[in-house]
């Protein structure tokens, strides 16, 4: 009976696992601004924003330019896309969002994150500046007079958004609760159980199980938001980088469920040996001599 209870127990808390490691990752990396900062920070080396950058500078100046120093003006652009300042530019820009960001994902209006047409930008604002000392530095001729550049990320898109905000909202409201919930139904589960090794044999294969269907519940909603946004590699881009702690977590977990099994079968194999019933010895029948 109480093995069954706890059975009951580690299963319950197994099904809470999977959101509870969703909530406890999620909502601290997006939440915590120096946790989104260094989660956000790798993206400023991230091939398809350089290339989005490069690609607006390079609008903007158009024909502004002379043909005759084209080439020096691209090279001059790739290397900013590349530079310290541009990884700079990009980390300041999203410390100031940060705040809208959250109120995007908590489904508030006041965000100042701009809308244009059905996507989710942020700007980066004036690189001219950045620009001119780049340009001036490498001998670009008539780098003084390059005209006012703006630069912009797409990160999302608006109806991807609202799909989200649901989500985000409830696994806010649960980030804290349910971790603790789901650790003791699993622990007590545990210690509640009589046969102790096969109730962690059970719970360790649940773990594994929740943790890999959240890993395909992460990778289909990384299709879903991908697909709705007008640059899917940006988007992709951006999913990954909020996302990343909770696949991290989700395989550690996994791990530490496979780990429970192991132990599972050593407990379990020494609790059977322990209830085993003592052989009888074997029956000697008396001979007798004539």
């Not at 909020?242 to 020494?270: D, K, R």
Request: net charge negative.
């Amino acid at each position: 009976m109480r093995t069954s209870f706890g059975t009951i127990l580690v299963l319950l808390g197994c099904l809470l696992a999977a959101p509870a490691v969703a909530a406890y990752a999620l909502v601290g990396e997006v939440t915590d601004q120096q946790r989104y900062l260094d989660a956000v920070e790798p993206l400023a080396d991230d091939p398809a924003i350089q290339q989005s950058v490069a690609s607006q500078i390079d609008t903007a100046l158009g024909d502004k330019v002379p043909e005759a120093a084209q080439p020096l003006v691209d090279q001059s652009v790739n290397s900013f896309v590349r530079s310290e300042e541009f990884r700079q530019l990009w980390l300041s820009v999203n410390k100031e969002a940060h705040p809208e960001v959250l109120a995007m994902l908590r489904g508030e209006e006041s965000g100042s994150l701009s809308v244009r047409g059905d996507a989710i930008v942020l700007d980066l604002g004036d690189v001219t500046t950045q620009l001119r000392d780049r340009m001036s530095a490498e001998g670009v001729p008539f780098a003084d007079q390059i005209p006012r550049v703006d630069a912009s990320v797409e990160l999302i898109s608006r109806p991807a958004v609202r799909q989200l905000v649901p989500a985000f909202d409830l696994l806010e409201t649960l980030s804290v609760v349910l971790p603790i919930v789901a650790l003791l139904l699993l622990v007590g589960g545990v210690l509640i159980a009589a046969r102790r090794g096969r109730v962690l044999i059970v719970g360790g294969i649940g773990l594994v199980v929740v943790m890999l269907l959240l890993v395909l519940f992460q990778f289909i909603a990384r299709s879903q938001v991908t697909a709705r946004s007008p640059r899917p590699e940006l988007a992709g881009s951006f999913y990954d980088a909020l996302t990343s702690q909770v696949q991290t977590m989700a395989w550690i977990v996994c791990g530490v469920g496979g780990l429970a099994v192991i132990v599972g079968g050593i407990v379990a194999s020494a609790q059977g040996r322990r209830t085993a019933p003592p052989t009888p010895p074997p029956s000697r029948r008396a001979s007798f001599s004539r």
